[in-house]
């Protein structure tokens, strides 16, 4: 029997893109050694994307479609997508073509070979890019590796192969706002990265901006790890005994008779320690909202529509 394929396609305004990806997986399978279905999960576009997705769907049996009620960002609509696959492995890509879509028959030989994730990451060298993109990009993996406890390559990304049984276990995990990279690395199994080189994008713009992708490092790193929460017993240790040092310097002083000159010291001080209090309370803060969404168990999406329900 054939073995069945799943690609699972996020969709954020993405019209100019559709057919063009739609095409270019066909292309991959056009040499039928396995079976293969499309998933395009509608993330809440705001243009036509969902009308033409619709077209596509129409005059194909293979190709499915989820649509949400709104926005839930791509990691949400992934997994959506994983929910409804019914593959015996699934490849998520982006819709945008950045990712090469011929990459497919190597994630499938390194499946056949018993991997059971395919990973890829960016190729350091990305024409693309802009540097202080690519930056940013190192800088965020390098934090997030140092703080939170799953080793991931710099410039991983979301396009990548899982086994049945990986899309199982991960399924099965309830978390709120789940950050998919660091997940996919977390649940273990036999993992195999290869490096890619992105294409540009064809047409639609990124949907990342440097505020979002701030939010991300943040998610990153909180999702993983609590070891920001020991930086404040760190940093109050430390200060509690350099305040111990300036002991001698205040007896002496009272004993010489010396008017403490104090207002510009106190100043700061007040200064320094009201900042550093305020960023270990915002600390706390995240840690507390991630337990305030959990315990509401709100639906990780909503679907406003599909084929496959
Ligand atoms: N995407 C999504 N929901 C979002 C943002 C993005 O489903 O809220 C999809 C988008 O349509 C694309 C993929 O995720 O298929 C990657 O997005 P993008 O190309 O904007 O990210 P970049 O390649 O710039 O990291
Ligand atoms: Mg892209």
Known sequence: MKKLISILIPVYNEEGNIPSITKAVQEVFEDPIHDFEIIFVNDGSADKSLSIIKQV???????????????????NALLAGLKYAKGDAVITIDADLQHPPEMIHDMLQLWEEGNDVVYTYREDKNEHASNFNQFSSKMFYKVVNS?????????????RLLDKKVVNVLNNIHEDRPFFRGLVKWVGFQQKGIPYMPNARTTGVTKYSTKALTRLALQGITSFSVKPLNIAIYLGLTFAVLSILYIPYVVISLYKGYAISGWTSI?????????????????????LGKLFMQSKQRPHFIIKESNLL
């Open 267 to 287: 100043i700061v001080t007040i200064a320094f320690f009201g900042g550093l209090q305020l960023m270990i309370l915002g600390i706390l803060g995240i840690y």
């Open 147 to 159: 703080l939170s406890d799953v080793e991931m390559e710099d410039g991983i990304a979301d396009y």
């Open 57 to 75: 769907v129409a005059t194909h049996s293979n190709i499915f479609y989820i649509s949400f009620s709104r926005n839930f960002g791509k990691d």
